[in-house]
């Protein structure tokens, strides 16, 4: 595995490879990037104790060293949304997050809220006023405290078709739905 990053003159300025790219214990997944930064998700089974260690890392132009920031990720957890403030995951129903920059370090992901029904990848981000999703009732959420999620959510919209991924800018949210087609906007 490796990564490059470019220049816009596409010239390359940082690389980072794997120290083994040849490990057959070493599975990586989820890539994302956003900003100057790569994250992933690695996982890497000790052969002689059978035990698996998952965790979520990070590697930037600035250090290409991989910094772990959570541990204890599940075998079935996917990373779906890396924004200034976190990186949010799913785990069977549940959505999950990492506070940016620093992260957990070798503590699991702080769970945020289980979803109403049914596990699929749900449409989420977060801003300086909290984290927003799209859960699988249709309903649009914002909870301010992303540690009391599961009892402090509110809902912003209701009655969504099925939709996919939830963009923002500093002014509103914008997510598409499927019945009727649309792109939908709403002002924060």
């Known amino acids: 595995m490796t990564f490059s990053w470019y220049d816009l003159n596409y010239q390359v300025v940082?690389?980072?490879?794997?120290?083994?790219?040849?490990?057959?214990?070493?599975l990586f997944a989820d890539f994302f990037a956003f900003g100057d930064s790569v994250y992933w998700i690695r996982s890497v089974t000790d052969t002689p104790t059978g035990?698996?260690?998952?965790?979520?890392?990070?590697?930037?132009?600035?250090?290409?060293?991989?910094?772990?920031l959570a541990g204890s990720i599940s075998p079935t957890m996917t990373i779906v949304d890396v924004n200034a403030r976190s990186i949010l995951l799913l785990d069977?129903?549940?959505?999950?997050?990492?506070?940016?920059?620093?992260?957990?370090?070798n503590q699991p992901p702080e769970l945020l809220t289980a979803l109403s029904n049914g596990?699929?990848?749900?449409?989420?981000?977060?801003?300086?006023?909290g984290v927003y999703w799209l859960?699988?009732?249709?309903?649009?959420?914002?909870?301010?405290?992303?540690?009391?999620?599961?009892?402090?959510?509110?809902?912003?919209?209701n009655g969504q078709s099925q939709f996919g991924f939830i963009y923002q800018d500093a002014s509103a949210l914008y997510w598409a739905t499927s019945t009727p087609s649309q792109v939908l906007r709403l002002a924060k």
Do not use: H, W
């Open 14 to 26: 940082k690389t980072y490879s794997q120290p083994n790219p040849m490990d057959p214990t070493a």
């Open 51 to 68: 035990i698996t260690d998952i965790s979520l890392y990070t590697a930037s132009v600035s250090n290409v060293s991989p910094a772990r």
């Open 92 to 105: 069977n129903s549940k959505l999950y997050r990492v506070p940016l920059p620093l992260g957990l370090g």
């Open 119 to 129: 596990s699929y990848f749900p449409p989420a981000t977060e801003d300086t006023k």
């Open 135 to 157: 859960d699988t009732d249709g309903t649009l959420y914002i909870c301010s405290n992303p540690l009391s999620c599961g009892t402090s959510k509110k809902v912003l919209a």
